[in-house]
């Protein structure tokens, strides 16, 4: 039996009852020969596989094999029924006869007499036709009686479409214009196959279209960040197709949740996608000029000074000494101080000096990220020696990571000792020359104006190591020393230019402040037209006074740069909104897992100074391969703002033992966010800091101050013990909180109130402002002028 071959794409949704009927079967027959291979289908409207289909295809080829080929083409050679002859045509139709039969290229070849004889075909016995479904090629007459007038259709056809009718004329002249289209028909139910056949083309197109995809990949644009729904939107697939490639990669992200570039890189190299980073240049990128100086383009500049040390140790004495000196020289008019900063002259050469305090120069200008100091003079006297403000200034410079140079002052007093405070520098670190290390130690006397010359001298030298370098061939940049409101010349800003050449008439941008440089003075008052690096000077011309350690750039777009100025005023208001993240203890472990805290910097302050020590090298011992633990200060005495500056601008956690913060530190720790922890053992401090490295602290309980009070008078009561008269200076007591009693900022006794009173009635609770008078329980060495520092324990949500 004869077979067709369809095309297994061709026949989508190819069912059981539509195969039955193409080969002349039953149902039951076509779902017998499948279960007998295979699975049977359960109805006979069931899809047919192409596996199936093949199955059938394959079992009817092997049980109705063809005898011969004439069986294959019997359609072909067979003999069509006896139909009415039509009647010869006139001769002047023949042509057109001819014509007709010659555009029936489909039919037979045994249905080929020529028309002009109209010869009947010949008589042959009929062969045997197989039951089959195959659509038949057969040649239908249309024509319905013998005399068709075919000029009067051709005239007809020329009067519609004269052009058309022109064209479709053959050479030989023959004006034969309908043609047998039927003859390419397949009748009867093989009709369906030509839906099949639009199908398989559609098919084969989408098929193609995926190829041409793959050949050629998609180009995807990501930027730092975005959301699963834009990727998607982005490689032209679905949210779910990509949601599913994240989980695939262990990523459970919905379609708003934003993923970082390399994620979303990742997901589309999935996708057979070309990444491209795409690079967002921002306002300030387009506007501020901060590409790197070429070697070639650097010339030397003016170091810039900072004189520290302990308060009376000769800082103002050794500014006014170098001053002078200046004045001597036969520099050009006074000093003036009044902008925050000035220049002295040594053999011709610069040194630019910051007229601020030294806390002042580091600390909070540090913490802005601006580095305008380069060396820093350090003041001792050599009657005092090391002071708790030297050490602070030791180790804010050493925050800072800027060279020191020490200048012993007052060697002229009788009780003066250079070699004790030498000797007392190398426990800080500095070691002097003189003793084989390398900081320069000078002698001098600011009064008496002993050593000053030598002083400069040093610190030229020790500029000249640094190779300070500048380029003053491009837009100036620099810093904001400080900035003022001036009644009659509006805000007035001191700027110290560190890059580049400042001109006037310049669009400088600081901060959230923009203008033009109206007038620009220098250290003397004198008018000037151009600044260049390491040079001091003071400007007027801006919207408003800008913040005192933020940066200024010259640009060039001024309407640009106040569409930038917007914007940062904007995000400071979003970032004073916004909770600061701070290191603290809680959150020590998850930044070391983050990778964002590779140190941990500690303050330690204690009563003694052997505690400091003790501490100070138990800490540091905590250092493992993920985080260091360094002290950068430890000092003896209660922790004071200087202490919570230096923790804010380094990112450091201040630890106490038996001392307690002042009311200035208590409230600059609160506001920027500082962490400082108090304890009274020194293992408890080692345990809850190497427990909080390893994110096993789980504190449950917080200590929080209430309140402040200040014994006033004090009274001896047999039966009670001392009653302490005290006001309440801020928060309140309760009759039921912990007390500590704290003189001169050592922690003396923590405990318990035994009583608390206003007159002779026991209360609750006294607020602020209010006197009481009240006992502490097993503790009686009050005396005037403790304070009495009440908390209470508030347990930790976890």
Same mark, same amino acid.
């Given at each position: 039996?004869?077979?067709?071959?369809?095309?297994?794409?061709?026949?989508?949704?190819?069912?059981?009852?539509?195969?039955?009927?193409?080969?002349?079967?039953?149902?039951?027959?076509?779902?017998?020969?499948?279960?007998?291979?295979?699975?049977?289908?359960?109805?006979?409207?069931?899809?047919?596989?192409?596996?199936?289909?093949?199955?059938?295809?394959?079992?009817?080829?092997?049980?109705?094999?063809?005898?011969?080929?004439?069986?294959?083409?019997?359609?072909?050679?067979?003999?069509?029924?006896?139909?009415?002859?039509?009647?010869?045509?006139?001769?002047?139709?023949?042509?057109?006869?001819?014509?007709?039969?010659?555009?029936?290229?489909?039919?037979?070849?045994?249905?080929?007499?020529?028309?002009?004889?109209?010869?009947?075909?010949?008589?042959?016995?009929?062969?045997?036709?197989?039951?089959?479904?195959?659509?038949?090629?057969?040649?239908?007459?249309?024509?319905?009686?013998?005399?068709?007038?075919?000029?009067?259709?051709?005239?007809?056809?020329?009067?519609?479409?004269?052009?058309?009718?022109?064209?479709?004329?053959?050479?030989?002249?023959?004006?034969?214009?309908?043609?047998?289209?039927?003859?390419?028909?397949?009748?009867?139910?093989?009709?369906?196959?030509?839906?099949?056949?639009?199908?398989?083309?559609?098919?084969?197109?989408?098929?193609?279209?995926?190829?041409?995809?793959?050949?050629?990949?998609?180009?995807?644009?990501?930027?730092?960040?975005?959301?699963?729904?834009?990727?998607?939107?982005?490689?032209?697939?679905?949210?779910?197709?990509?949601?599913? %490639?994240?989980?695939?990669? #262990? /990523? =459970?992200?919905?379609?708003?949740?934003? !993923?970082?570039?390399?994620? *979303? @890189?990742?997901?589309?190299?999935?996708?057979?996608?070309?990444?491209?980073?795409?690079?967002?240049?921002?306002?300030?990128?387009?506007?501020?000029?901060?590409?790197?100086?070429?070697?070639?383009?650097?010339?030397?500049?003016?170091?810039?000074?900072?004189?520290?040390?302990?308060?009376?140790?000769?800082?103002?004495?050794?500014?006014?000494?170098?001053?002078?000196?200046?004045?001597?020289?036969?520099?050009?008019?006074?000093?003036?101080?009044?902008?925050?900063?000035?220049?002295?002259?040594?053999?011709?050469?610069?040194?630019?000096?910051?007229?601020?305090?030294?806390?002042?120069?580091?600390?909070?200008?540090?913490?802005?990220?601006?580095?305008?100091?380069?060396?820093?003079?350090?003041? %001792?006297?050599?009657?005092? #020696? /090391? =002071?708790?403000?030297?050490?602070?200034? !030791?180790?804010?410079?050493? *925050? @800072?990571?800027?060279?020191?140079?020490?200048?012993?002052?007052?060697?002229?007093?009788?009780?003066?000792?250079?070699?004790?405070?030498?000797?007392?520098?190398?426990?800080?670190?500095?070691?002097?020359?003189?003793?084989?290390?390398?900081?320069?130690?000078?002698?001098?006397?600011?009064?008496?104006?002993?050593?000053?010359?030598?002083?400069?001298?040093?610190?030229?030298?020790?500029?000249?190591?640094?190779?300070?370098?500048?380029?003053?061939?491009?837009?100036?940049?620099?810093?904001?020393?400080?900035?003022?409101?001036?009644?009659?010349?509006?805000?007035?800003?001191?700027?110290?230019?560190?890059?580049?050449?400042?001109?006037?008439?310049?669009?400088?941008?600081?901060?959230?402040?923009?203008?033009?440089?109206?007038?620009?003075?220098?250290?003397?008052?004198?008018?000037?037209?151009?600044?260049?690096?390491?040079?001091?000077?003071?400007?007027?011309?801006?919207?408003?006074?800008?913040?005192?350690?933020?940066?200024?750039?010259?640009?060039?777009?001024?309407?640009?740069?106040?569409?930038?100025?917007?914007?940062?005023?904007?995000?400071?208001?979003?970032?004073?909104?916004?909770?600061?993240?701070?290191?603290?203890?809680?959150?020590?472990?998850?930044?070391?897992?983050?990778?964002?805290?590779?140190?941990?910097?500690?303050?330690?302050?204690?009563?003694?100074?052997?505690?400091?020590?003790?501490?100070?090298?138990?800490?540091?011992?905590?250092?493992?391969?993920?985080?260091?633990?360094?002290?950068?200060?430890?000092?003896?005495?209660?922790?004071?703002?200087?202490?919570?500056?230096?923790?804010?601008?380094?990112?450091?956690?201040?630890?106490?033992?038996?001392?307690?913060?002042?009311?200035?530190?208590?409230?600059?720790?609160?506001?920027?966010?500082?962490?400082?922890?108090?304890?009274?053992?020194?293992?408890?401090?080692?345990?809850?800091?190497?427990?909080?490295?390893?994110?096993?602290?789980?504190?449950?309980?917080?200590?929080?101050?209430?309140?402040?009070?200040?014994?006033?008078?004090?009274?001896?009561?047999?039966?009670?013990?001392?009653?302490?008269?005290?006001?309440?200076?801020?928060?309140?007591?309760?009759?039921?909180?912990?007390?500590?009693?704290?003189?001169?900022?050592?922690?003396?006794?923590?405990?318990?109130?035994?009583?608390?009173?206003?007159?002779?009635?026991?209360?609750?609770?006294?607020?602020?402002?209010?006197?009481?008078?009240?006992?502490?329980?097993?503790?009686?060495?009050?005396?005037?002028?403790?304070?009495?520092?009440?908390?209470?324990?508030?347990?930790?949500?976890?």
């Amino acid at each position: 039996m004869e077979v067709a071959l369809l095309s297994t794409s061709a026949v989508n949704k190819y069912r059981v009852r539509e195969l039955a009927k193409d080969f002349g079967m039953s149902n039951k027959d076509v779902m017998e020969i499948l279960g007998k291979y295979g699975e049977a289908p359960k109805s006979n409207m069931q899809a047919l596989t192409d596996e199936q289909l093949s199955l059938v295809f394959e079992s009817l080829t092997q049980t109705h094999p063809a005898s011969g080929i004439e069986e294959i083409f019997a359609d072909t050679y067979r003999e069509p029924k006896k139909q009415e002859q039509p009647a010869p045509a006139p001769a002047a139709q023949q042509p057109a006869q001819q014509k007709t039969a010659a555009a029936q290229q489909s039919a037979p070849a045994a249905q080929a007499a020529p028309a002009k004889q109209g010869a009947a075909p010949a008589n042959k016995p009929a062969l045997a036709q197989p039951t089959t479904r195959v659509p038949q090629k057969k040649v239908v007459d249309t024509r319905k009686g013998g005399d068709v007038n075919l000029a009067k259709y051709d005239e007809r056809l020329e009067q519609m479409a004269p052009e058309k009718a022109k064209r479709m004329q053959a050479p030989s002249g023959n004006r034969q214009k309908f043609h047998n289209n039927n003859s390419n028909r397949r009748p009867g139910p093989g009709g369906q196959f030509s839906n099949k056949r639009r199908q398989d083309e559609q098919e084969r197109m989408r098929r193609l279209q995926l190829e041409i995809a793959k050949k050629a990949p998609l180009k995807v644009s990501i930027p730092d960040e975005i959301s699963v729904g834009e990727l998607a939107s982005r490689m032209k697939k679905t949210g779910a197709e990509v949601v599913k %490639v994240l989980m695939k990669n #262990g /990523i =459970m992200a919905s379609l708003p949740q934003i !993923i970082d570039y390399d994620t *979303a @890189a990742l997901v589309a190299m999935e996708f057979n996608c070309k990444v491209e980073h795409e690079v967002t240049v921002t306002i300030e990128e387009r506007l501020i000029d901060d590409h790197e100086d070429k070697p070639e383009e650097l010339v030397p500049r003016a170091p810039v000074v900072v004189v520290m040390g302990h308060v009376d140790h000769g800082k103002t004495s050794l500014l006014d000494a170098i001053r002078n000196t200046s004045v001597a020289e036969g520099e050009a008019g006074g000093i003036t101080q009044h902008i925050g900063a000035y220049q002295v002259q040594l053999d011709g050469r610069p040194i630019t000096f910051l007229d601020t305090p030294g806390h002042e120069a580091f600390t909070s200008m540090r913490a802005r990220g601006a580095m305008i100091t380069d060396i820093a003079i350090l003041v %001792v006297a050599a009657d005092d #020696g /090391i =002071m708790p403000q030297t050490v602070e200034s !030791i180790n804010h410079a050493k *925050a @800072a990571n800027i060279p020191i140079v020490v200048a012993i002052n007052k060697i002229d007093k009788p009780a003066a000792n250079p070699d004790r405070v030498m000797q007392q520098l190398t426990e800080y670190g500095l070691v002097c020359e003189d003793w084989g290390g390398d900081t320069i130690c000078c002698p001098i006397s600011a009064k008496k104006n002993i050593g000053i010359d030598k002083l400069l001298e040093m610190v030229l030298l020790t500029a000249e190591m640094a190779e300070l370098k500048a380029n003053p061939n491009r837009a100036a940049s620099g810093t904001v020393i400080e900035a003022r409101l001036d009644k009659g010349r509006g805000p007035i800003a001191t700027l110290l230019v560190q890059n580049g050449t400042l001109k006037q008439g310049d669009t400088i941008i600081a901060g959230t402040a923009v203008g033009r440089v109206r007038t620009m003075t220098d250290y003397k008052g004198k008018r000037l037209e151009q600044a260049g690096p390491s040079v001091p000077v003071e400007i007027a011309g801006l919207s408003e006074a800008p913040t005192a350690g933020c940066t200024f750039n010259v640009v060039a777009d001024e309407r640009m740069a106040r569409e930038l100025v917007e914007q940062r005023k904007a995000e400071e208001k979003l970032k004073s909104a916004a909770p600061v993240q701070k290191v603290s203890l809680e959150n020590l472990f998850d930044q070391i897992q983050a990778g964002e805290r590779k140190e941990l910097a500690l303050i330690v302050k204690a009563d003694v100074q052997g505690s400091v020590e003790a501490v100070r090298a138990s800490l540091e011992k905590l250092s493992n391969e993920e985080v260091n633990v360094r002290v950068i200060h430890g000092g003896v005495g209660a922790i004071n703002e200087s202490d919570v500056m230096l923790a804010a601008s380094t990112g450091a956690i201040i630890v106490g033992f038996n001392v307690r913060p002042d009311a200035a530190a208590r409230d600059g720790a609160a506001r920027q966010n500082v962490d400082m922890r108090m304890y009274r053992v020194i293992y408890d401090c080692i345990d809850e800091i190497e427990s909080a490295m390893k994110g096993m602290l789980a504190p449950k309980f917080r200590e929080v101050v209430i309140g402040h009070a200040e014994v006033r008078q004090t009274y001896k009561v047999s039966s009670v013990g001392t009653v302490a008269g005290c006001y309440v200076q801020d928060g309140k007591l309760t009759r039921d909180c912990d007390v500590r009693v704290v003189r001169d900022g050592i922690v003396i006794h923590d405990g318990k109130l035994g009583s608390l009173q206003r007159f002779k009635d026991s209360v609750k609770e006294v607020g602020t402002n209010y006197e009481c008078g009240l006992t502490v329980e097993k503790f009686n060495d009050l005396k005037e002028g403790d304070v009495i520092e009440g908390f209470i324990m508030e347990e930790i949500p976890r």
